[in-house]
């Protein structure tokens, strides 16, 4: 029996967003799961973000555990599974960090630390390395994995959101051993439902600590995280071979189909051309490609069949909803402006057309295919990460027919 090509759906609500753990409203997530379900998708990606879960270091926020039993529930109602992300972590722009995490000094990176809510002037221990963080990870896995590892609607355990834009390991020895330890809890838990680690394309185009061959040796799903519109080298903003190929690409450095379970792209207003929206985010000057939603729309129709010619598992786009204009105050929204326009609806609930993109191509029951298309590696993946920007690049252009 051939098995189906999942299609699915990153997750915040459209008026609460990372807030909604703290601002629960069941109706509001049972309302979207039922639109999310309408359009054939039959995943949903959400996250617990670690500043709302853990209160402190020794214990996991009872408020938190009954929301997700009632999401989870929910999400059964509608035939959805959930993949599960554990420590987020970075998001959006931001790192949400545990108010316990911070110590107090000057942040050693650029990006805006949000802690209880509220943008902080504070780094925080990498949570790689400090026994705190270590503990508080096991227990935060321990106890959602115990309490929900027989509920039908949970699909598969996630290890965190790109987690080197949160923390970076200090080697790859260290990186590979958290991989484990968390991985291998997980399974004395569960042994039964699939685990992976929600890593992006900076695990391609970098010496990361956190390697593919690495990661999705241990884990048991290969997942990607791709955008051409972040890539400036790729052929065009909306390039539809880019998405595939580093699915490609991570296939051949694990030897394991990949599932894209990442992309997409943020909107113009209805009505615009695709432009190029600048402004000042986080002190420095930004610039952002914006398409027009009939631009995105053919772009998704173009990539989705890619992915099923390269072996893809699925494919699950970035992210359910644009976010109600009541958050553009908050973060992400108040710098990271495009974030508020990345959804498959729009700040209204009304649903942009690459929507029905995705609602025709379930409608079509995809499934997984050998690959028809493949990237064949070179070189070892010692090699390949001894230069890996140069080869991410050179092998993309081999891909396209151009190396």
């Not at 790109?162 to 968390?182: H, N, Q, S």
């Not at 439902?193 to 010496?207: C, F, K, N, W, Y």
């Not at 173009?302 to 958050?327: I, N, Q």
Request: aromatic residues 12%.
């Amino acid at each position: 029996m051939s098995q189906p090509f999942v299609l699915g759906v990153n997750y915040w609500p459209r008026r609460k967003a990372m807030y909604w753990w703290s601002d629960f409203d069941l109706d509001e997530v049972r309302q979207e799961f039922e639109v999310i379900a309408s359009l054939g998708l039959n995943v949903v990606r959400l996250f617990l973000l670690w500043d709302d879960w853990q209160p402190t270091p020794s214990t996991v926020s009872d408020a938190c555990l009954q929301r997700f039993g009632q999401v989870c529930d929910t999400a059964a109602e509608f035939g959805l599974g959930l993949d599960v992300t554990f420590f987020t972590g970075h998001m959006s722009g931001p790192n949400w960090a545990p108010g316990w995490l911070l110590d107090g000094l000057p942040l050693p990176f650029a990006r805006q630390v949000v802690s209880g809510g509220q943008v902080v002037q504070s780094g925080y221990r990498n949570y790689f390395t400090d026994d705190e963080a270590r503990a508080a990870q096991r227990l935060l896995l321990r106890t959602v994995v115990s309490a929900f590892r027989d509920h039908p609607a949970v699909w598969m355990w996630n290890l965190g959101n790109e987690p080197d834009l949160f923390a970076i390991a200090p080697d790859r020895a260290t990186g590979r051993g958290w991989v484990e330890e968390m991985t291998t809890l997980i399974r004395q838990i569960d042994p039964q439902r699939p685990i992976t680690t929600g890593l992006h394309v900076a695990s391609l185009s970098t010496a990361e600590a956190l390697r593919i061959d690495d990661t999705f040796t241990i884990g048991d799903v290969a997942v990607m995280h791709a955008y051409p519109m972040y890539t400036p080298w790729v052929r065009h903003p909306l390039d539809p071979d880019f998405v595939p190929y580093t699915c490609a690409l991570t296939s051949a450095l694990c030897g394991k189909p990949t599932l894209m379970e990442e992309f997409g792209g943020c909107t113009a207003p209805p009505g615009h051309e695709s432009f190029i929206w600048e402004w000042n985010a986080y002190g420095r000057p930004h610039a952002q490609f914006m398409a027009a939603e009939n631009d995105l729309a053919a772009y998704l129709e173009a990539v989705l069949p890619k992915l099923v010619e390269v072996g893809a598992t699925g494919a699950m786009v970035w992210c359910f909803a644009d976010y109600h204009e009541t958050l553009w105050h908050k973060p992400p929204c108040l710098e990271s402006r495009h974030e508020r326009f990345f959804g498959l609806v729009r700040p209204d609930g009304t649903l942009k057309p690459h929507a029905q993109v995705l609602k025709a191509f379930a409608a079509s029951r995809p499934t997984v295919q050998p690959a028809q298309r493949t990237l064949a590696l070179d070189v070892t993946p010692d090699e390949y990460y001894a230069r890996p920007d140069y080869h991410y690049q050179r092998l993309y252009r081999v891909f396209i027919g151009e190396g």
